[in-house]
């Protein structure tokens, strides 16, 4: 019996597109093995926590580790930060120095870029 030459063709295309996805699939949406941690990597030992109590009802809850800052905020925002250069006091900052957090002893505040949107924060010491 003869097979219709549309049938073999649209069965062809449709195996091909398959295989076509799978592949893209691997290629588009696999994590390169070269930026793939060789081990699990470990959170560093957490220093110190607090937290600020800002005007406006604000809050800022630190978890200090050593060179960076956990951040978890009053509008439910999650940051994570590195130490950067300061003068006086400790700076911590994304990459882009968009988002800075600052603290000196019991004291601190935040600025987004270069305004001031946590303000007047104290611990309850």
Known sequence: MPTHPLKFLTLSLVICVFI??????????????????????????????A??????????????????????????RQLSLSQAISASGARYANINESFVFWNKGNTAFITEDDEQTFGDCATLE
């Open 20 to 49: 076509l996805g799978i592949y893209l699939g691997k290629v588009l949406f696999t994590t390169p093995s070269s930026t793939q941690p060789l081990t699990p990597q470990k959170e560093t030992p957490i220093i110190a926590t």
């Open 51 to 76: 937290t600020y109590f800002c005007k406006d009802n604000k809050f800022i809850s630190g978890t200090f580790r050593d060179n960076k800052v956990d951040l978890v905020l009053s509008d439910h």
